[in-house]
Every structure is written in C-alpha cells, then in structure tokens.
C-alpha cells in the first residue's frame, strides 16, 4: 500500500515536497517513481529512485527543479519540488516498481499510491 501526502496550493518559483510511505511488501521492491497527470492529459512520468538509492531518473522537464530521495528505514519516498511553475499543477502520483520493465512509462509499475493534488498559481 502507497499513502501519498504532501499536496497543496503554492505561488509560481515556490516549493512543496512530497511524500510516499509504502507498507506491506515493500522488500520485493526494486524501486519507486513519481508520476503526474493534469486534467485532460495522459499520466507522465517524473522521477523515479532505485531501491537502494544509487539511480535516480527524471523528466527533462523537471530537472534541476526536482530531486527525489528515499528513507528505506521509514520505507518513504520523497519529491522535493522547487522553482515550480504553472505547468507543474497536477495530481501526483507515487509508484512501486517490483519488475526490471521501464522505469519511464506508468506499465513499468506495479503499485499505485492516490494522488496528491499540486496547483501551482503564477
């Protein structure tokens, strides 16, 4: 189970971080990613962290705004999101990856957290 929080309303250039805390069985994971979807959009893909922490992978159009990171003792990933911009607003959703298919595309997914909403306002 995947328990997203962290969502809210901010100014364009503000900041908002984001947590996913996983429980059940979290040791069959081999990592966890962040996707978002805005109204009338398809689901695209963030950032997404392995397991262990030592490969990260983001969206080009989040990088250097973005940085996931992950607290395997408190089983929690976290999106630290800065200079965010109108376009980021969107339901964000937290993922775990249990199978090596593509950290990229929402199928590589095995299990999905609710969504948190972030509306940025310029």
């Known amino acids: 189970q995947l328990q997203a929080s962290g969502g809210g309303s901010v100014q364009a250039g503000g900041s908002l971080r984001l947590s996913c805390a996983a429980s059940?069985?979290?040791?069959?994971?081999?990592?966890m990613g962040w996707f978002r979807q805005a109204p009338g959009k398809e689901r695209e893909f963030v950032t997404a962290?392995?397991?262990?922490?030592?490969?990260?992978y983001y969206a080009d159009s989040v990088k250097g705004r973005f940085t996931i990171s992950r607290d395997n003792a408190k089983n929690t990933v976290y999106l630290q999101m800065s200079s965010l911009k109108p376009e980021d607003t969107a339901a964000y959703y937290c993922a775990a990856k249990v199978y090596l298919t593509s950290w990229f595309l929402p199928n590589g997914y095995d299990y999905w957290g609710q969504g948190t909403q972030v509306t940025v306002s310029s």
């Open positions: 962290i392995s397991w262990r922490g030592e490969s990260t």
């Open positions: 059940g069985r979290t040791l069959s994971t081999i990592g």
